[in-house]
């Protein structure tokens, strides 16, 4: 039994290269940005999307890239090392195990703030059209979404409010 589940691991291991997962993660974060932009009040979006659900897969596919960066004896003092300037960063992306960390994260972001969108548009029965452009923008470019989006809520709420 151990040496069959220890093969099944690290075949899992093998398929679930950076690459593959990078692959996964662009394909898999899809369906949660399509619930959310053209389902926002459905079931489907409050218990699938704008729950804790995606942060778990997150989480996971998060926990699964430090061990196998631990067991490939990646250097994770070097992470640091961002904090020392814009060459530093830059030599940190050259490495395909911090990339790939970054870009889980990156998703998780912007999706996190997508759903605060959608969950803030629903609280005030905002027009699902004027959150459409926002939420594009967000899932491309986080913080512009995230600032058309309170630009838009501004006119809406019909005041301005920069603690919601």
Not at 19 to 34: A, D, K, R, S, T
Not at 146 to 153: A, D, H, N, T, V
């Amino acid at each position: 039994f151990n040496i069959l589940y220890f093969s099944m691991i690290e075949q899992i291991s093998n398929f679930f290269n950076t690459e593959m997962i990078y692959l996964w993660l662009n394909f898999g974060v899809l369906p949660f940005w399509i619930i959310l932009i053209f389902f926002p009040q459905s079931n489907l979006c409050r218990y699938f999307v704008t729950s804790i659900f995606p942060y778990l897969i997150f989480s996971s596919v998060y926990v699964f890239l430090l061990i196998e960066f631990y067991k490939d004896n990646y250097n994770f003092v070097d992470n640091f090392n961002l904090y020392l300037g814009l060459d530093s960063l830059n030599n940190l992306f050259d490495n395909n195990y911090f990339l790939i960390t970054f870009w889980v994260h990156f998703l998780a972001i912007n999706l996190f703030c997508g759903s605060w969108i959608v969950k803030d548009s629903l609280k005030l029965t905002m027009p699902k059209f004027l959150v459409f452009f926002p939420l594009i923008v967000t899932y491309f470019i986080g913080p512009l979404g995230i600032f058309i989006y309170w630009f838009i809520r501004i006119f809406f709420a019909k005041r301005i409010s920069i603690f919601d």
